[in-house]
């Protein structure tokens, strides 16, 4: 049974810190790997996608991927309370199955 | 289309009843899927369509739940003989293709459909 893992949080960050969310995943021949956001009451939407070991930034976000460690994570900077979301990790793995984390709920306080 | 689109965006209906949700995927997207979302719960996959390749019906939760795609576009997902259990949102995706190519395997959602059964 293919799967990915996330704590489901909450996770409380302050304003202005660095949100990090990570999620692991149990496929070692995954290629692709996406971080969604989803609002509560809304569908989700791609952050970001990774496909190669290391550090893709983008904006305030950053993805980071160790295949060795079979883990993706994603950092958030200057965390802003309109990234209070649940943040999804996908992951597609052989077969072209994707798999779904069920997502951590990321709180930031003011 | 621009996105991908879904209707109903809500739906009440009794137990026992047939319901029918549609999904319109972006123009030229070869690979749908279908979820399912419980009120603070994750991702239920529940199928997925890839060009004209047989379907992976692998998560549909029962046979009173079916879908198809006509022409490799529109979709539509059958619940039967609705049951209070059913109520969720549906969710509708699509992608350009399901394979491992970079980017082309991003997926775009519908706003969902909310069922609720009485």
């Known amino acids: 049974q293919k799967e990915v893992e996330q704590n489901s949080g909450p996770l409380s960050v302050p304003e202005g810190a660095i949100a990090s969310l990570n999620c692991t995943y149990s496929?070692?021949?995954?290629?692709?790997f996406f971080w969604y956001r989803q609002y509560s009451g809304k569908s989700p939407e791609l952050i970001m996608s990774i496909y190669s070991n290391g550090d893709k930034e983008d904006g305030r976000f950053t993805a980071q991927l160790n295949k060795a460690s079979q883990y993706v994570s994603l950092l958030i900077r200057d965390s802003q309370p309109s990234d209070s979301a649940t943040y999804l990790c996908?992951?597609?793995?052989?077969?072209?199955?994707?798999?779904w984390g069920a997502g951590t709920k990321l709180i930031i306080k003011p | 289309g621009a996105g991908v689109s879904q209707s109903p965006s809500n739906k009440v209906t009794e137990k026992g009843k047939d319901v029918e949700l549609r999904c319109d995927p972006i123009s030229g997207h070869t690979a749908l899927y279908w979820y399912r979302q419980s009120l603070g719960q994750g991702l239920e996959f529940l199928i997925y369509?890839?060009?004209?390749?047989?379907?992976?019906k692998s998560g549909l939760p029962s046979d009173r739940f079916s879908a198809e795609r006509t022409g490799g576009s529109v979709s539509t997902l059958t619940i039967q003989r609705t049951q209070q259990e059913d109520s969720a949102v549906y969710l509708c995706?699509?992608?350009?293709?399901?394979?491992?190519?970079?980017?082309?395997?991003?997926?775009?959602f519908g706003a969902g459909s909310r069922l609720t059964v009485l």
């Open positions: 496929d070692r021949g995954s290629q692709s």
């Open positions: 995706a699509s992608s350009l293709t399901s394979n491992r190519a970079s980017g082309a395997n991003v997926l775009t």
């Open positions: 369509f890839q060009g004209n390749s047989a379907p992976d």
């Open positions: 996908a992951v597609i793995g052989n077969n072209y199955q994707l798999i």
